[in-house]
């Protein structure tokens, strides 16, 4: 088997250990994506009765190159609205054999934000503006807690745990 029969062929089981967990309704679709290295696109699939509910694409005219997280954040929102015009507030996520990171989470995270439940909230990291302390001069470290108030080159009495004392050399 030639290296890209092999590679469909890991694709394919990982896509199907993924959908064996996952089945669409009317009420909760089946939120499938598709990347290409150019477009991603994202369908809402009732797989009882075997019919795509909505659909959103980069592929359309109106949008530009579809390859970034931008337009995968643009169709998460398109999917979102389309769902909402039929009614969906809530979809079960099929990511088939790609991880759940880059365009991906960013289409599933949009959508969720637009009104989509698809993934849960602790995917969806939102930047915190850290309490930044003052920041030390050039030159100047930070302190790392309590320092000894002798100068660097000066050598310590204090015993250190752990450590042998030394014996003086026999001549």
Same mark, same amino acid.
């Given at each position: 088997?030639?290296?890209?029969?092999?590679?469909?062929?890991?694709?394919?089981?990982? $896509?199907?250990?993924? +959908?064996?967990?996952?089945?669409?309704?009317? @009420?909760?679709?089946?939120?499938?994506?598709? +990347? @290409? @290295?150019?477009?991603?696109?994202?369908?809402?699939? %009732?797989?009882?009765?075997?019919?795509?509910? =909505?659909? !959103?694409? #980069?592929?359309?005219? #109106? #949008?530009?190159?579809?390859?970034?997280?931008? =337009?995968?954040?643009?169709?998460?929102?398109?999917?979102?609205?389309? !769902?909402? !015009?039929?009614?969906?507030? /809530?979809?079960?996520? %099929?990511?088939?054999?790609?991880?759940?990171?880059?365009?991906?989470?960013?289409?599933?995270?949009? !959508?969720?934000?637009?009104?989509? *439940?698809?993934?849960?909230? /602790?995917?969806?990291?939102?930047?915190?503006?850290?309490?930044?302390?003052?920041?030390?001069?050039?030159?100047?470290?930070?302190?790392?807690?309590?320092? @000894?108030?002798?100068?660097?080159? /000066? *050598?310590?009495?204090? *015993?250190?745990?752990?450590? $042998?004392?030394?014996?003086?050399?026999?001549?």
């Amino acid at each position: 088997m030639d290296a890209q029969k092999l590679k469909h062929h890991r694709q394919q089981r990982r $896509r199907q250990h993924v +959908r064996n967990k996952i089945v669409g309704t009317a @009420s909760k679709p089946r939120l499938t994506v598709f +990347r @290409s @290295s150019k477009h991603i696109y994202a369908q809402l699939i %009732d797989d009882i009765n075997g019919v795509t509910l =909505a659909a !959103a694409s #980069s592929a359309s005219k #109106s #949008s530009a190159y579809g390859g970034n997280v931008k =337009a995968a954040e643009l169709v998460g929102q398109r999917l979102a609205d389309a !769902a909402k !015009a039929k009614g969906i507030g /809530e979809a079960a996520f %099929d990511r088939g054999h790609f991880r759940f990171h880059g365009r991906l989470q960013a289409l599933a995270v949009a !959508a969720t934000k637009a009104g989509l *439940k698809c993934c849960v909230p /602790e995917n969806i990291k939102v930047k915190k503006k850290e309490e930044a302390a003052p920041k030390p001069e050039k030159g100047e470290k930070k302190p790392k807690g309590e320092k @000894s108030d002798k100068p660097k080159g /000066e *050598k310590s009495t204090d *015993k250190v745990k752990g450590e $042998r004392p030394k014996t003086e050399a026999k001549a």
